[in-house]
């Protein structure tokens, strides 16, 4: 059965930098589709980016050119480096797997962008 856990999340200054991880629990990037949502207080979980497996990525016009979405193979691991980021940044992030058969989440990592 496939489980994805996410790390990283912290509270970091406007402008800053933060990595967010998403461990998968065996070799799953060439059958699923990874992505990252998000979901601040009071509003619906969004779609912020994903990679599928062919490697090609898609980002959300919100963090275009800000976020980055990678995925080491060897470590199973799927990452989404954050820059510039911005109070309206503040989130829960969420890892998600996903293929016809299958939609996988995990429980989520808190980042909050705050002075």
């Known amino acids: 059965q496939v489980h994805v856990v996410e790390s990283g999340g912290d509270l970091v200054q406007p402008g800053g930098s933060l990595r967010l991880s998403c461990a998968a629990s065996?070799?799953?990037?060439?059958?699923?589709?990874m992505a990252w949502y998000r979901q601040a207080p009071g509003k619906q979980r969004e779609w912020v980016a994903d990679i599928n497996p062919g490697g090609h990525t898609d980002y959300a016009d919100s963090v275009k050119g800000r976020f980055t979405i990678t995925e080491d193979n060897a470590k199973n691991t799927m990452y989404l480096q954050m820059n510039s980021l911005k109070p309206e940044d503040t989130a829960v992030y969420y890892c998600n797997a996903g293929n016809p058969r299958r939609i996988v989440w995990g429980q989520g990592t808190l980042v909050t962008v705050s002075s």
């Open positions: 065996g070799s799953i990037f060439d059958s699923y589709t």
